[in-house]
């Protein structure tokens, strides 16, 4: 009986469907895009020419919802959370497999990648450490961060989120919030500044909480966002690298009565900002001048924006419908233009060739 | 086809089916119950019933016996007593709905039901309504019913004892007493539970490509320990009858989480107490029905640390979720002409739902819902041969949230959270000869949104105050035949099922932390199901089962357009086989294939196609012995599975390896050995 049924059941494999994807290989800048679904856990890498706009979508289905990737030279730094913790190295352009990969730690929640000094400094939100690698995913050395936990913040971490790197100084933002009391802030946010060859912290500043940095055009600065999900408590600054100074800040979020999330300068110093009104369930961008302190409202919609960066004098913003791109010189949206992909842009990082 | 004939599905033993219900049948219930019903020759519904008897391991739970009908797929999240749900022709896990004698636990699918909380010894029958369940029910669910029936109307005294692997113990006694010459009847049972649970599984290390990282490793925080008793009384008096059910449950278990997102410090508590009350009065030709039942479930959140390094851990309550319903049914049931059954009842149903959340110091107020229900029905015979069985049922419910919400003066919410659901269905059988039917069912089905769809929860769920139920329609045509000669028994049933659905509820990202659930399309499921069951009544024992599902999804998003719903494989089969030496030796088997499904609505990740075998053999001196058992599930130890690693689009087709998994991060166990002792007294049934 049993060999009459193991005779009728048909051999189903997992599908396959071909796809037509091209490898990207012409001289022309590239956006690397993250694609998530994340309510269903799945994500790929694509990538969009940037002067014809053309994709090559799925290059790889089988990352994180919830991954960022940077690129240094021909290297693409590809970090994956939430229950897939690792880093995958790929060279620009092999995408059926990764150079290297390894595990950053079970639960660890790696959020940022930083080259410093020919190291790799990893950020994880869930541990007290931040970890340096060899580029073949050697252990080299664990910085402490336990001096940044807040008495009353009972997670053990200071949440190290965002790291930029100049020269062999990289610089770290600690969000310092209560995991465990859905993510409120156990206090003020810190900036730290390490050097990546003796490891040492070489100072600190003091922000509002939850701070987040991302490059400013101006390669000597940096900027810092900050604020709390659900408060009002935020700020834009700017932290200039060459005189240690942390400025006052330009734009409170209650001025604008957002939280924001995300920015993007340009080549001409004027910025998006990615702004989410938590009453509305709505997304907002921002574009306006750090120097003035003048923003004004150009895209609300109740799509979710999940991230925007800038490639020379164009921002692109990574929406739940695809990638939109704005003039930001003249804080207006180019053509109604829409990049698409099967999967939503989550994350988006520039290579040139 | 011929295969499919010929290698079909389960159904009970009809012989054990046929005398169980004799003894079953009381006096009261010869006179007007509606007995069609359980016999599946005689009613349009596609119910199988499942007697609990030796065919079933001793330590075999709720999900092992449900497998053995057609159309189910159950999800499990790892061994024995871990969560598993049950989902039929392609439904969700909360569309199928669960009554513990009549009782129901998730009305209207405001839950999943964990089946490896119910205990299966418990009960004398199981009985699965696949589409259309019977109006006292009262359920429109879009999967189907699942009811749990325990019987006091016996006489008998059974305990048991396991001991297994992982740590596993296991022991419950059952004791009923019925005698003719008196009005009582009852029943007890309580059962002790215990398991480490900590099987092996296989851990790549959370890196696809780099298989040197790649290792097995043990499961931890994944122990169980649960306590189920149940009590259930008759009293019996000229034409009326009474009868208290009253039941509880308490587990204490680890959560394990996502094997790469371990909670080893997580813990449940959870509680369910459910009581009934039932009234029964019937006339020559009429019958009048009442239930009142009350169930309570509640759910603490603990974290626990470990106390100096010596091994004691301290518990300290995080948050609590409960869900209490009041429930009052009243039927009645009269015969016209002796042709036309008549049905009518009305229900309605108190809920209330609450949420407190420790450390984020969220203690909302309770929110509650309230049903009301009423059905028109009729059993309409035709001819001697013919029936229709016409169904007009109505539901309102009325949904009360947090105060702080005023709902009062929304039009919309107002609109939406008061809803009139009407879903109308008919049956119709066709009985040629007294060993074949023909039937066909068609109707309309409806899930309402839950309370946490609705209002969302503390920790990263937006609710969704404007969504709209879930509903669907089902069709379904079969046909069943069964033959009997002295020993030997044969069914056979096969059925073609339809079923369209309409504003699936499902959770999208709303924001970087949160997720809002919103409807989004279209679905449809059909397939067709087989069923075989045959043997002799001494010496051997098949069913078989084996359904085709064809899954369409009619979003329109393109990447989850005519994509295959989630976790409905095409093919699902399952073949028990027992051989009974006399009373003294028995081997059984069971074989479950599952085909390649997917995990995600647009098909990216899923699992290979697997087979799982369980056997067990038992073994009795004599009669008034001890048995001695010894079982063995997933007995080829099949935990790990190839699928390729860089997704379905990929011209690469590297395979990499994977834990078997009905769901992402929570891996099935492996090889599972019980030993177990039966003794009953009394004569075995």
Redo the contacts between chains.
């Keep these: 009986?049993?060999i009459?049924?193991i005779?009728?059941?048909?051999?189903?494999?997992?599908?396959?469907?071909?796809?037509d994807?091209t490898e990207t290989s012409s001289q022309a800048p590239y956006a690397l895009v993250t694609t998530a679904?994340?309510?269903?856990?799945?994500g790929?890498l694509a990538t969009v020419d940037l002067e014809t706009l053309q994709t090559a979508d799925?290059l790889?289905?089988?990352i994180h919802s919830d991954a960022v990737s940077s690129i240094v030279g021909d290297q693409v730094y590809q970090l994956?959370r939430?229950?897939?913790?690792?880093i995958?190295i790929y060279d620009w352009g092999n995408w059926?497999?990764?150079k290297?990969?390894?595990?950053l730690g079970?639960?660890s929640n790696p959020h940022d990648v930083e080259r410093c000094a020919e190291k790799l400094f990893f950020s994880l939100y869930q541990s007290p450490y931040l970890p340096v690698y060899s580029e073949e995913g050697v252990l080299i050395h664990n910085i402490d961060l336990r001096d940044f936990v807040h008495l009353e913040d009972l997670d053990g971490s200071p949440e190290a989120s965002a790291m930029i790197s100049e020269g062999d100084q990289l610089f770290v933002s600690l969000n310092q919030l209560q995991a465990?009391?859905?993510?409120s802030p156990s206090g003020m946010g810190t900036i730290l500044q390490l050097d990546c060859e003796t490891y040492e912290i070489v100072r600190s500043w003091e922000t509002p909480p939850n701070p987040s940095l991302y490059r400013h055009s101006q390669r000597s600065s940096i900027l810092v966002l900050s604020g709390s999900?659900g408060n009002r408590d935020g700020a834009i600054q700017i932290l200039d690298i060459d005189t240690h100074q942390l400025h006052e800040p330009s734009l409170y979020s209650e001025e604008l009565d957002s939280w924001f999330?995300g920015a993007a300068t340009s080549s001409s110093n004027q910025t998006l900002l990615l702004g989410?009104d938590?009453t509305q369930?709505e997304?907002i961008l921002f574009c306006g001048s750090l120097e003035t302190g003048e923003f004004e409202e150009i895209q609300r919609s109740n799509l979710?924006f999940?991230h925007v960066n800038a490639f020379e004098n164009t921002g692109y913003l990574a929406t739940?419908e695809g990638i939109w791109l704005y003039d930001i010189d003249t804080c207006t949206r180019v053509d109604d233009v829409v990049i698409s992909f099967?999967?939503s842009p989550s994350h988006i990082s520039f290579y040139t060739p | 086809m011929l295969f499919y004939l010929i290698f079909a599905d389960s159904y009970a033993n009809p012989e054990e089916d046929t005398d169980s219900s004799q003894e079953e049948s009381s006096a009261l219930e010869m006179v007007v119950e509606d007995k069609d019903e359980e016999n599946p020759l005689q009613s349009p519904s596609n119910m199988t019933l499942i007697p609990i008897d030796r065919t079933f391991s001793i330590g075999a739970g709720v999900a092992h016996a449900v497998r053995r009908v057609a159309g189910t797929h159950v999800t499990q999240l790892g061994g024995i007593g871990d969560f598993s749900a049950l989902s039929i022709r392609g439904s969700s896990l909360r569309q199928v709905q669960v009554y513990l004698d009549g009782i129901p636990l998730n009305p209207d699918g405001s839950s999943i039901i964990n089946l490896s909380a119910l205990p299966l010894n418990a009960f004398s029958r199981l009985e699965v309504y696949r589409g259309a369940a019977p109006p006292s029910f009262q359920s429109a669910a879009m999967g189907g019913v699942l009811n749990l029936v325990s019987d006091p109307t016996q006489s008998t005294l059974r305990t048991t004892a396991s001991y297994g692997s992982w740590n596993t113990y296991k022991a419950s006694a059952f004791y009923a007493k019925s005698e003719s010459t008196q009005p009582w009847s009852f029943l007890g049972f309580a059962e002790y539970f215990q398991t480490h649970s900590n099987f092996l599984y296989f851990d790549n290390n959370a890196t696809l490509y780099n298989r040197d990282d790649d290792s097995f490793q043990t499961r931890i925080n994944n122990d169980k320990t649960q306590v189920n008793t149940l009590l259930n009384g008759r009293y019996e008096r000229g034409n009326g009858r009474l009868t208290l059910l009253h039941g509880l449950f308490h587990r204490k278990e680890g959560m394990p989480g996502h094997i790469h997102i371990l909670s080893p410090d997580e813990r449940l508590h959870s509680w369910r107490h459910y009581t009934m009350l039932k009234g029964e009065y019937h006339d020559s030709m009429w019958n009048l029905q009442t239930q009142l039942w009350y169930n309570q479930q509640l759910w603490y959140n603990h974290t626990q640390e470990e106390l100096h390094n010596n091994g004691q851990t301290q518990e300290t309550q995080l948050g609590f979720n409960g869900h209490d319903i009041l429930g009052g049914m009243i039927e009645y049931t009269s015969w016209f002409r002796d042709r036309i059954l008549f049905k009518t009842n009305f229900s309605t149903r108190w809920e209330r739902f609450q949420l407190e959340d420790i450390p984020l110091q969220s203690f909302p107020s309770p929110r509650t819902r309230i049903q009301l229900g009423g059905s028109l029905y009729a059993n309409i015979h035709l001819s001697d041969s013919i029936q229709l069985t016409p169904l007009l049922q109505l539901s309102s419910l009325y949904l009360r949230a947090n105060p702080s919400i005023p709902y009062q003066e929304e039009e919309e919410y107002t609109r939406n959270q008061n809803a009139l659901y009407p879903t109308p269905r008919v049956g119709f059988l066709w009985q040629p000869r007294d060993d074949l039917s023909f039937k066909l069912n068609a109707g309309q089905y409806i899930r309402p949104p839950d309370m946490t769809e609705l209002y969302g929860s503390q920790r990263g769920m937006i609710g969704n105050e404007t969504l709209l139920p879930e509903q669907g329609i089902q069709v379904d045509v079969g046909a069943i035949t069964r033959k009997t000669r002295q020993n030997w028994h044969l069914q056979l049933e096969a059925t073609h099922f339809w079923n369209p659905s309409q504003n699936r509820i499902v959770f999208v990202q709303n924001s970087q932390r949160t997720l809002i659930a919103q409807n989004v399309g279209r679905a449809w499921v059909q397939g067709i199901e087989f069923a075989l069951s045959w043997g002799h009544r001494d010496i051997f024992l098949s069913q078989s089962n084996i359904t085709h599902t064809l899954s369409r999804n009619l979003n329109t998003d393109p990447l989850v357009a005519n994509k295959v719903l989630p976790r409905t494989p095409a093919i699902q089969l399952h073949q028990h086989t027992s051989f009974f030496a006399g009373k003294k030796l028995q081997l059984s088997h069971d074989w479950s294939y599952t085909s390649a499904n997917y995990w995600d609505e647009a098909n990216w990740y899923g699992s290979t196609p697997r087979s799982l075998h369980n056997a067990f053999v038992s073994f009795t001196l004599h009669a008034r012995a001890p048995s001695l058992e010894l079982s063995c599930l997933n007995i080829t130890d099949n935990i790990v599975e190839w699928v390729p690693r860089n997704g379905p689009q990929s011209e690469d087709n590297t395979q990499i390896q994977q834990a078997v998994s009905d769901f992402v991060g929570f891996p099935i166990a492996g090889r599972t050995w019980m030993l177990s002792v039966r003794w009953s007294p009394s004569k075995q049934k």
């Design positions: 009986m049993f009459f049924i005779s009728c059941i048909p051999q189903v494999p997992v599908e396959k469907i071909s796809d994807n679904s994340y309510s269903d856990g799945i790929a799925n790889t289905q089988n994956n939430l229950g897939m913790d690792s995958r059926n497999e990764p290297v990969e390894w595990p079970e639960s465990d009391v859905d993510f999900y999330f989410y938590e369930f997304s979710f999940a739940s099967q999967l």
